[in-house]
């Protein structure tokens, strides 16, 4: 097993397995910028082209039900090939393609045959060997486990365990980021409207992102602005794309939380850069929209989103932390 992750990883970090040789898994999820990319709202791929949504971070993605924003793929030796194949990421032109190159490679030979019984590169391979890494990207030992599962008192200090009240209580977050009673994904593996799609399509001309230009300096530009260097952006419809039922129109999947403080920017999109302007747009009920509301204005005190933010730093483990500390 420990073979087939090495090779895996080998895979992920492999800038060959893009089709001009440049762009590889490891570039878009950075293991020192939260398994994400701190710097892009939305991914860039080949030749600088920006993709549509924020590269999700990949902590304990063993776990997740189901795969991308809009829940597309549930398997993740299948889900490799969308990024291998997608014109905007990887560009290869078929599988055949991946799997010929790969079988070229010198530093490939007798790889593959040692861990699959014989079997050298193919589309069931390389996905295995790949999902086989990305398994080991688990992060469960916060701050937050330590004193919640671990009983150890100290572990948190008076505003985060307060926090931890307002997530569980006033703030509602834990409905849709579950804590379970033996551990916790902080995520119910459902997908909800909260606005952010709508107001894409809809309304977004004078919207403003920040962006950061240098590690912790943003500046605040208008997406109308932006428009000038990054591609036109699709129209994204989220859930409604897999299942065609209108109440998923602008759904998206409710992302774990663990480590959320690494894995900024944040949202589908990656539109609201720091943990302040999410507690910020949730305590103003999401943004506006059309059919049923998913979230309510939660009128929280200064004192109260403060603390929220507090906790939600609970959740980054020392290890990934140390891991985030070379990109800072
Ligand atoms: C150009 C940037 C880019 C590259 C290269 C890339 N990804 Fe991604 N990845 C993304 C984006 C953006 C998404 C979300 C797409 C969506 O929701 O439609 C994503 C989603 C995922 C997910 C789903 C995670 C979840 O929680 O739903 C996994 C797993 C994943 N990528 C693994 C990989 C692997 C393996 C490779 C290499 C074969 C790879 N990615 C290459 C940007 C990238
Ligand atoms: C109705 C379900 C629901 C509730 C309640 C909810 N969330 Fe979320 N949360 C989501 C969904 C869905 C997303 C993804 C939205 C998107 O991608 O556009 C999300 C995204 C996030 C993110 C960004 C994660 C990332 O990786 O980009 C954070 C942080 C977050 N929520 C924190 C909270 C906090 C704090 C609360 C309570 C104040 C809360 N959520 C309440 C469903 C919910």
């Known amino acids: 097993m420990k073979a087939q992750v090495e090779l895996g990883r080998k895979l992920f970090f492999d800038r060959r397995l893009a089709f001009n040789n440049t762009n590889s898994c490891a570039m878009c999820h950075i293991e020192s910028q939260g398994l994400t990319s701190n710097q892009s709202a939305r991914a860039i791929g080949m030749e600088g ?116 009240e307002v997530f569980m209580g006033k703030g509602q977050c834990a409905t849709c980021h579950t804590v379970g009673e033996k551990s916790a994904l902080f995520t119910d593996h459902k997908f909800y409207v909260t606005g952010i799609g709508y107001y894409n399509a809809i309304g977004a001309g004078s919207r403003v992102a920040k962006v950061e230009l240098a590690p912790g300096y943003f500046i605040d530009m208008k997406y109308e602005d932006m428009k000038s260097f990054s591609a036109p952006r699709i129209n994204d419809i989220g859930r409604f794309a897999v299942t065609l039922d209108a109440k ?3 759904a998206y999947k409710t992302p774990s939380l663990r480590n959320i403080e690494l894995t900024y920017p944040y ?43 507090a906790f939600l730093r609970t959740l980054t483990t020392a290890e990934d932390q140390a891991k985030h500390e070379g990109y800072r």
């Open 267 to 309: 949202m589908h999109d990656g539109s609201l850069s720091t943990l302040e302007d999410v507690v910020a747009f949730y305590d103003k009920g999401g943004l506006e929209h059309d059919g049923e509301r998913a979230l309510q204005p939660l009128h929280l005190a200064e004192k109260e989103k403060a603390d929220l933010v």
């Open 248 to 250: 998923d129109r602008w």
């Open 49 to 164: 082209r920006s993709l549509s949504r924020n590269a999700p971070a990949l902590y304990n993605v063993a776990y997740q039900d189901t795969l991308f924003h809009d829940g597309r793929e549930s398997d993740l030796a299948q889900q490799a090939w969308a990024p291998l194949l997608s014109p905007l990421e990887m560009a290869n032109p078929s599988i055949g393609h991946v799997v010929d190159k790969i079988r070229s490679f010198e530093d490939y030979r007798g790889l593959f045959e040692a861990v699959f019984d014989g079997h050298g590169p193919s589309m069931q391979t390389i996905g295995d060997a790949l999902a086989s890494y990305q398994r080991t990207l688990l992060s469960g030992n916060s701050r937050f486990d330590k004193w919640y599962y671990g009983k150890q008192d100290d572990a948190l200090n008076a505003d985060e365990k307060a926090g931890f």
